[in-house]
């Protein structure tokens, strides 16, 4: 199985080498760095794993947002065979020594593994103060109350885990949202298209260092979503009537 581990990154200086470094040990595959014109020591940084030949770096020339991002990602590794692909932030929020569970799970037949927070009504973040924590829970209870999805516990998370035929299934050509919004998206297509959808237990980290991305405009884009897709929805609903 041919492994990609896509990361994300705007000016990610201070935590990049650790999370590369860590990932490269713990698994038996490749690296993605999508960067989007980091102007610190990003580049730079990733650049010196050259030697290893299993960092590659795919450079955007501005911030285009995280959902691009992740799909220029998942086309650079289509087309290069890959089977397996990872998201991970490059934050360090995420800990490399989860990657295997999420393979197992893989192996167990599933086509999305989603590293959840929330699982089985415990909350395992470190670091967030209570209004985080509360964004971050109103917010799963809101997308997956509208879009009908309450079996998932963690539609933001950023920890994830595809198939290539996942990929290939969802239509990426479809997905329109960038920020948080993005991931939601994404665990709603994969369930709609009949795809299996797993979740696995994960701890999540409060950034090692630098500043978040996040937005109004992202949070904006993430409450506005479920009535997009549900008009979608109901717009494939009526032409896939007429036709018939
Ligand atoms: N390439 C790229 N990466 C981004 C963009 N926005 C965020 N990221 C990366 O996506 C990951 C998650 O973003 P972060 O700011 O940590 O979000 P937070 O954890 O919700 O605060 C990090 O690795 C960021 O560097 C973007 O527009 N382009
Ligand atoms: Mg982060």
Redesign the pocket.
Known sequence: MKILVI????N?ETNIKKIVGRVLEVIDGDILV???NSIDATKTIVKSFNDTGRVFMLE?PS????GT?YINGFEWGLNRGYDLFFEM???N?HDPAALRAFIEKIKEGYDIVVGSRYLNHTISVVGWDFERLLMSKFGNWYASTLLGIKQFTDLTS?YRCYTDQALKTIGLDRVRSNGYAFQIEMVYRCNKKGLRVAEVPIIFYE?GGGL???SGNIVKEAVLLPFKLIVENLWLHINNRRQR
């Open positions: 990361i994300p990154t705007y990610e999508v960067d989007d955007r911030k285009l947002g995280l991002a932030d490059a934050d929020s950023g950034r978040s991305k996040m």
